[in-house]
T-cell receptor, first 115, second 114 residues
């Protein structure tokens, strides 16, 4: 139980274009979704927290206008990287808490490469 | 604020040898602690978690960890390493009662040699 499906698993886009990453909770309702960014050989850094039906909360230093997060339903949260640049190339992972935060389930990640 | 420190960014062991990955935490209240494993270009898989029950926690793939409050530690061990254990391991802490955020350590890359 508690599976989060993340798509796409990898994407290559041209500089200046936008890319949308989706995370769907398959067998539970994800009222909260965490979005992380991971640079090579580094830890996961929390970018933002999305809550269904409300605005996302961004961590300090994360550009809200560049990383648009939408959590319109209890089973879908999306991250859109707008006007992507090579420095946005990274591994993005979503995660949803369940069982009142005792458990967390992670998506399989999206490798974004901006050329 | 809670935090975790993983000592050793890279650990190398021989196949069949003991695996010990260190994690120390800082939290003002009793924490929930987690160990995750990550294979290249994959998401995180939960190995085990401590949520204030038994201090010795057994997880998947033969891993276990012991919560030691006096040492503020939650080290991960496995008696006998297997080649398939080679991966990145992350310790994480969540402080009960907060907005369920997880704070991750910097990770330890485990290498298993023949």
């Amino acid at each position: 139980g508690a599976v989060v499906s993340q798509h796409p698993s990898w994407v290559i886009c041209k500089s200046g274009t936008s890319v949308k990453i989706e995370c769907r909770s398959l067998d539970f309702q994800a009222t909260t979704m965490f979005w992380y960014r991971q640079f090579p050989k580094q830890s996961l850094m929390l970018m933002a927290t999305s809550n269904e039906g409300s605005k996302a909360t961004y961590e300090q230093g994360v550009e809200k206008d560049k990383f648009l997060i939408n959590h319109a339903s209890l089973t879908l949260s999306t991250l859109t990287v707008t006007s992507a640049h090579p420095e946005d190339s990274s591994f993005y992972i979503c995660s949803a808490p369940w069982k009142a935060g005792v458990g967390y389930t992670f998506g399989s990640g999206t490798r974004l490469t901006v050329v | 604020a809670q935090s975790v420190t993983q000592l050793g960014s890279h650990v190398s062991v021989s196949e069949g040898a003991l695996v010990l990955l260190r994690c120390n935490y800082s939290s003002s209240v009793p924490p929930y602690l987690f160990w995750y494993v990550q294979y290249p270009n994959k998401g995180l898989q939960l190995l085990l978690k401590y949520t204030s029950a038994a201090t010795l926690v057994k997880g998947i793939n033969g891993f276990e960890a012991e919560f030691k409050k006096s040492e503020t530690s939650f080290h991960l061990t496995k008696p006998s390493a297997h080649m398939s254990d080679a991966a990145e391991y992350f310790c994480a802490v969540r402080t009960p009662g907060t907005a369920s955020k997880l704070t991750f350590g910097t990770g330890t890359r485990l290498q298993v040699t023949l």
